[in-house]
């Protein structure tokens, strides 16, 4: 059993910054580093849109085109989390964004969505 909590979220200008955590709790006698962690977001009325996974040890990320460049990911196992750096934001950045776990799947395949584990999410608004 993984709980994954977001924060970070927030109302930010045109090519500013966030930085969004997500801290697990993890359960079952399992470690945090085995699992492949992602971001995805969804705006209102749209599908839910995949934006950065990470590997178990930290070594490996994948971008969407969409933020490439502009986002960055990062964890620390020792504290059970995830964050993601958010620079030059943009309108089309406004969404909720969502942490999620997987126990099997690789960094590249978290794209593909179908987690095992999402939290709630934290919401970000880019306007001026």
């Known amino acids: 059993q993984v709980q994954l909590v977001e924060s970070g979220g927030g109302l930010v200008e045109p090519g500013g910054s966030l930085r969004l955590s997500c801290l697990a709790s993890?359960?079952?006698?399992?470690?945090?580093?085995?699992?492949?962690m992602g971001w995805f977001r969804q705006a209102p009325g749209k599908e839910r849109e995949f934006v950065a996974s990470?590997?178990?040890?930290?070594?490996?990320?994948y971008y969407p085109d969409s933020v490439q460049g502009r986002f960055t990911i990062s964890r620390n196992n020792a504290e059970n989390t995830v964050s993601l750096q958010m620079n030059g934001l943009k309108p089309e950045d406004t969404a909720d964004y969502f942490c999620a776990a997987d126990a099997t799947k690789s960094y590249r395949a978290i794209a593909l969505g179908r987690m095992d584990y999402w939290g709630k999410g934290t919401p970000v608004t880019v306007s001026s």
């Open positions: 993890v359960g079952d006698g399992r470690a945090f580093n085995t699992f492949g």
């Open positions: 990470i590997s178990r040890s930290g070594t490996g990320s």
